[in-house]
């Protein structure tokens, strides 16, 4: 390949050379016309019309025949040079001996990990078969049985520590994970997304919620586990067959147009397992000008939504209207709205993760495995007289009484704009046509001099 | 007694300790006589520049309003030189660090460990009965201080797009306003709302409308371009470009680019 790398320039020139000699030749030696004599003018060169590959088309005259095939190149135009230049050997046979090296001693590091995975499985298994056996019936028992709990737990937590220790050093993981191709149902690809999330967009979520004071003021406190993303479709879902998402940032100011349809919510956990999650949109900022204060409201509420490291996606126009989707909503989506002069509202979308039938704790650690979660009665939950009106709503009343975790969140924020009016008036919202003023506060007396000076 | 710096001995004492002296001496060389004694006058750095700044006067700083006052939006709290109060709930700090009421309410003067484990706060409290700092992890009193009133011209909702317009809606966030058949639009573009509040086509319509134009000549058999397209190694073409070329400049600089003729500015 290097041969021919290197004759390359060469071939070229004899192909010139051997064209124009031709002519020089004939010229020279004999009086005639060197174009009559040849046969024909050797036709215009057209540009081979051969498809182009997108990931090795380097070269402008490449890339433009690609531009006409439709494709957009893949990688920078460095990379598709370097890949165009070298012969296709995997990355893992590249022929450098310390690289080599290296991989062979990685290799014996995780033959070593996985047989230590496989002698801690069997502890495991040999943990749980003992019994437990108490002199005194119930105290001793009961405590002999929580540790034995806790030590299994333990040594669950371990195994996984083990199995991501075991991928960590393998360049190919690290290289499938930064190119989306991860598979969320092996620990390695999960930690690894949750320390990325963790890193970064994690720290920006908690900013948004602290700074706009989520936290005192819908929730006492919120640790988030799993990871959210928030689109709103931009064209009616009735006219468009697919509609575009617009993606929305935590803490982005939404247009009313956009906000007015029920949006896509992705949740990502980090731990294995089904769960079922409720999620609740509440907005703190809906203004009472009776009490000089504000109230919440519900603009969306839905239970029983499973949720996997794999399936993730929720839309929350679609939960329980198909016999395929699973999800039960108790209040429908309510498009968000902010009346004029009333200051911005801010829309928090609450994940919570609903408890375990016998209310054992939830395990939701970095490593730990999560445990089956119970459903919740639907039917009750609408009826219940608290809960199934949008004014008022109290969350903090809903987690206690259904022993709810919260476990995620998201937000975004609203204000009055020239879409407003008519997205009110569509959703049959009274008020469409109130606005806010500030109130008047009369200043504090105070003693007026005699003098003009003293005004 | 006031302490007194050491003086000089008076002449008197030099004359007779000198005979004192001299009594005593063993040889009889001339002694020189005292002729001038150098006399040094106090002078101490205690006693101050003349030039110097002095005491000025004083700026009247403290509290303003004392805890549990009402006050209203404005009231100053608390005149400072840097930050020995900060501002706490509703209450703001001006640009000398002078502490404001933010809202009309009671004075109170806290400690928020929970906020800052030094800091003192001075902030306000809607009711009399009502302390700071708040509990923690409780909701937040806030205030609304508005009142609803009816709009004297209530907006006209404007219609839903995808629905009643021909065009597609192609902005990203969903506002989407075309201005046709106006003077500020005569070409009839699309014109959407950007993020500075301007009305304006999108930078990539912009980038391909050359693009688009020549497409459009293309397909009747024409083209827009001046010149034809460029061609390496023909320099008769290029030649003649830049003949056209050079000529356009040079009347431009006789003409002037787009105001009186340049040939009347110089001079």
């Known amino acids: 390949m290097a041969l021919q790398r290197a004759s390359r320039p060469v071939a070229q020139c004899i192909r010139q050379s051997s064209s124009t000699l031709h002519a020089r030749t004939l010229a020279t030696t004999t009086t005639t016309d060197p174009s009559s004599a040849d046969a024909a003018p050797p036709p215009p060169s057209e540009p081979s019309s051969r498809t182009r590959n997108p990931f090795t088309a380097s070269t402008p005259a490449a890339e433009k025949q690609l531009a006409q095939q439709k494709q957009r190149p893949v990688g920078s135009r460095r990379r598709r040079a370097a890949l165009s230049s070298t012969t296709q050997i995997p990355f893992t046979q590249l022929p450098y001996q310390a690289f080599q090296e290296a991989r062979a001693f990685l290799q014996e590091d995780r033959r070593e990990k996985l047989e230590a995975i496989g002698l801690q499985r069997v502890k495991i298994a040999r943990l749980q078969d003992r019994v437990v056996v108490g002199e005194q019936d119930g105290e001793v028992e009961r405590r002999k049985q929580r540790e ?15 199995k991501v220790q075991a991928d960590i050093n393998d360049p190919m993981v690290k290289k499938r994970f930064e190119d989306g191709l991860g598979d969320m149902t092996k620990p390695i690809y999960r930690h690894l997304a949750n320390t990325q999330w963790h890193s970064y967009k994690r720290q920006i979520l908690l900013q948004r919620l602290t700074q706009m004071n989520v936290v005192p003021d819908v929730l006492p406190a919120l640790d988030p586990i799993v990871s959210t993303g928030l689109a709103f479709p931009t064209t009616s879902s009735t006219t468009a067959i697919r509609s575009r998402l617009k993606r929305i940032q935590h803490g982005d100011f939404v247009p009313s147009a956009l906000s007015s349809q029920p949006p896509t919510l992705w949740i990502q956990p980090y731990n294995k397992g089904t769960r079922l999650c409720t999620v609740a949109v509440i907005n703190p900022d809906v203004p009472n000008v009776e009490k000089d204060g504000f109230d919440h409201r519900c603009h969306f509420l839905a239970v029983n939504i499973p949720i996997s490291p794999t399936n993730t996606k929720v839309r929350l126009g679609e939960l329980g209207s198909t016999s395929e989707s699973k999800g039960d909503v108790l209040l429908p989506w309510l498009p968000a709205y902010a009346q004029k002069g009333a200051p911005y509202q801010r829309m928090s979308i609450i994940i919570l993760e609903q408890p375990s039938p016998n209310h054992t704790p ?31 709503f109290n969350l903090r009343s809903f987690v206690d009484r259904y022993g709810l975790k919260p476990v995620g969140a998201d937000l975004f924020r609203t204000k009055w704009d020239e879409g407003t009016a008519g997205v009110m008036q569509q959703a049959g919202i009274v008020g469409w046509d109130v606005e806010f003023r500030r109130k008047r506060v009369e200043p504090l007396p105070y003693q007026r001099k005699a003098s003009e000076r003293y005004r | 007694m006031p302490l007194t710096h050491p003086k000089a001995p008076s002449m008197a004492t030099l004359a007779c300790l000198q005979f004192a002296l001299s009594t005593l001496r063993t040889t009889h060389h001339a002694v020189p006589a005292i002729t001038h004694i150098t006399r040094r006058n106090a002078s101490h750095q205690a006693q101050g520049r003349a030039n110097g700044a002095k005491d000025g006067a004083g700026k009247r700083l403290g509290a303003k309003k004392t805890g ?11 005149r400072q030189r840097g930050t020995h109060w900060f501002p706490g709930d509703n209450c703001f700090m001006g640009r000398d660090h002078t502490i404001h009421a933010g809202s009309p309410g009671y004075v109170r003067y806290y400690q928020d460990p929970a906020r800052h484990p030094k800091r003192k706060f001075i902030g306000i409290v809607f009711e009399k009965t009502q302390s700071l700092p708040q509990p923690t992890h409780a909701a937040r009193r806030r205030q609304l201080g508005m009142l609803a009133y009816q709009m004297p011209t209530p907006p006209q909702p404007e219609t839903t797009p995808d629905e009643h317009s021909a065009a597609p809606t192609k902005s990203r966030d969903g506002t989407t306003v075309s201005i046709r058949n106006s003077k500020m639009n005569p070409g009839g573009l699309q014109l959407t709302l950007g993020p500075g509040y301007q009305y304006r086509q999108s930078n990539y319509e912009i980038g391909r409308s050359g693009d688009k134009k020549e497409a459009a000549a293309n ?9 034809a397209k460029f061609k390496p190694g023909d320099r008769f073409a290029a030649w003649r470009k830049s003949v056209v070329r050079v000529a356009r400049s040079r009347e431009r600089k006789v003409m ?3 105001g009186k003729g340049g040939a009347k500015k110089k001079g």
């Open chain 2, 219 to 227: 397909a009747k058999g024409k083209t827009i371009r001046a010149f």
């Open chain 1, 148 to 162: 034995k709990d806790n030590r299994v737990r333990s040594m669950g937590r371990r195994l996984e520590e083990m």
């Open chain 1, 362 to 392: 939830i395990v939701t650690t970095l490593l730990g495995a999560v445990a089956e979660s119970q459903e919740l009665d639907a039917k009750s939950a609408s009826q219940d007289s608290r809960y199934n009106v949008r004014d008022g």
């Open chain 2, 256 to 258: 002037g680019r787009g």
């Open chain 2, 68 to 78: 549990g006052e009402y006050v209203v939006p404005g009231n100053i709290l608390f």
